[in-house]
């Protein structure tokens, strides 16, 4: 019997979450993304009722610097890393309790995009400092790549998963055998592309993730200048056609840029904490529309928004700069 990627509101041991440590990858904007990334800790650590949250830093440096942002709670681990996105370097935990296995993937760096040492090896590391048996597995995939409900079904995109730049021998049956074999997963839903502005080549986590066991998020148009209306009606319309999906709407934060450009903000890179769930914000209209939005689909759970405009500058938002430690 193939071990199961847990949903991600099941409860969690632990989280990691990567720090912020070269400038040059933030466009002088580091200072403000340590910031965002340290109220993230302190929220998921959540006065200790959350779940352990182990900020990952690159050398003791930054271990000074991150002490300096989190409270005494959050646990400062030095771990050479490269980008802060652990969603996608980091391992996924397959099972449950003594049966906990950390599978670590191969990553070329989104398609050998942006290559930065540390990112290979730090995916291993963590498993093992975590007691947990590492199996490596022969093929690339990222967390971000991703979602699942716990019952077997994934939802993902064919934009980043089917990319000739991951696994270009592999076919999209081949994916689905190995996804089965690594994670448990037993049905897929295949979303077409990802946001505009997303360097990952269409991660699914900023496009529709599961709330529910069979519920699926996904934004809905902000406005006529949203420049991803196009997409969330494609995506929309494949998971209607997809049997035992139900589809709840959440807001889209509409257009955001930097410097000029489209980001690939979204308020679904949502995390999911034993105790509270974090909603990335931009200054948008829509941000207390869609805190409220989650809000009510985890009335288990306080729902809280925190500013991500210094985190998104890297690409990401906190969704992708965490990975979760199932119980």
């Not at 946001?195 to 996904?218: K, M, P, Q, S, W």
């Not at 890179?269 to 207390?288: E, L």
């Not at 009335?299 to 969704?319: E, L, N």
Request: aromatic fraction near 6%; proline fraction near 5%.
């Amino acid at each position: 019997m193939n071990l199961k990627m847990p949903a991600e509101w099941a409860p969690h041991e632990a989280v990691w979450i990567g720090f912020p440590h070269l400038a040059e990858e933030w466009a002088g904007h580091i200072d403000a993304a340590r910031r965002d990334v340290a109220a993230f800790a302190n929220a998921v650590h959540d006065g200790g009722r959350g779940e352990e949250v182990r900020l990952v830093v690159n050398d003791l440096e930054q271990a000074e610097i991150a002490a300096r942002l989190v409270v005494a709670g959050v646990n400062i681990l030095v771990q050479p890393l490269g980008d802060i996105w652990l969603r996608d370097t980091g391992p996924i935990i397959v099972g449950t309790g003594a049966a906990r296995r950390a599978r670590n993937f191969r990553f070329n760096w989104w398609g050998d995009k942006f290559v930065m040492p540390g990112d290979l090896e730090v995916g291993a590391k963590l498993g093992a400092q975590s007691r947990l048996p590492v199996d490596e597995q022969d093929w690339v995939l990222e967390g971000g790549g991703i979602d699942v409900d716990g019952t077997g079904l994934a939802v993902t995109t064919e934009e980043c998963l089917l990319h000739p730049n991951r696994n270009p021998s592999l076919t999209r049956e081949d994916i689905a055998v190995r996804l089965h074999q690594s994670l448990g997963i037993e049905r897929i839903l295949w979303l077409g592309k990802g946001l505009a502005g997303d360097h990952t080549d269409g991660h699914v986590d900023n496009l529709a993730r599961f709330v529910g066991e069979g519920r699926l998020a996904i934004p809905a148009p902000a406005d006529s200048h949203d420049p991803n209306a196009a997409v969330y009606n494609d995506a929309r319309a494949r998971a209607r056609a997809f049997e035992g999906v139900e589809i709840v709407d959440l807001p889209s934060p509409g257009r955001i840029e930097i410097e000029g450009e489209i980001a690939a903000a979204s308020y679904m890179n949502f995390y999911i904490g034993n105790s509270i769930v974090i909603v990335p914000t931009y200054g948008s209209a829509n941000d207390s529309a869609a805190v409220d939005a989650l809000a009510a689909l985890f009335p288990d759970r306080r729902t809280v928004g925190i500013d991500a405009r210094g985190i998104i500058i890297g690409g990401g938002s906190f969704h992708c700069s965490s990975q979760q430690l199932p119980a």
